[in-house]
Structures are given as structure tokens and as C-alpha cells.
């Protein structure tokens, strides 16, 4: 075999490694930052719904959900911003925040954030919730 034709094999097998060997690991390892990434995130945000409930009285309500932690909407002790940017999950997709009204409004099972995960789709294995 030539110089050329064994430099040509190398290329080829090095490729060939990085297509289907190293990139699925990689690929695999973002998801699982990302998944740790959406649950630091939601600990933030239901922190940031917790502080809000404190000073308003009440939970962000659903309609307009954790927009109110940016924008005072209008709540005369409303003490904000609670975030510092609109709530986007390490996937670009906003969270899905609610309210829980059987819950005792106390507890942190009265309201709910969840991230879709890699597929997008809620009802997942691959959702994020708190």
C-alpha cells in the first residue's frame, strides 16, 4: 500500500470513528448536562415562584405563569424581577408551569415546572419536572 493510500485509510478509519464511535457518546453526554442543567433550573424557578408567593401572596397565576416573575403584573408588593430572562429549558423550549389547587398552597407541591427533555414532547421518560 502506498503513503498515500494508507493516509487515505487512516483518514477514512479516523472518520469513520468520530461519525459512529465518538459522536453518539458525545451527543449522549449533552443530553445528560442539559438534564442537569433543566433540574438546576427548575429548583431556580420554583424558588423564584416561592419568593413571589411571599411578597404577592399568591402563586404566579397560570395564564400568564412565570412571565410575572419578570414583568410586576401589577401587584402592589410585587418586589421583582424574580429571573433575569424569560424561563427557556437547555432545549430553547419555554417551561411548563401550573398550579396544583388541591394542594396545601404552602407546600411545594402546589405548583408544577417541567422541561419536555430532548424530545420536546411532555408525557415523556424524558421529562424534567420538580
Known sequence: MSVIGAAGFLVAVIAFCTTFV???????????VKRHNARGDIYS???????FRLDCGRWPSEPKGLNELLQNPGT??????????????????????????NADSNSSAAISIASAGPDGRFGTEDDVRN
Open 22 to 32: 465518538l459522536l453518539p457518546r458525545l451527543t449522549e453526554r449533552s443530553d445528560i
Open 76 to 101: 402592589t408588593n410585587w418586589r421583582g424581577p424574580y429571573m433575569e430572562r424569560p424561563a427557556l429549558d437547555p432545549w430553547e423550549r419555554p417551561y411548563r408551569y401550573s398550579v396544583n389547587p
Open 45 to 51: 424557578l420554583a424558588l423564584a415562584c416561592h419568593l
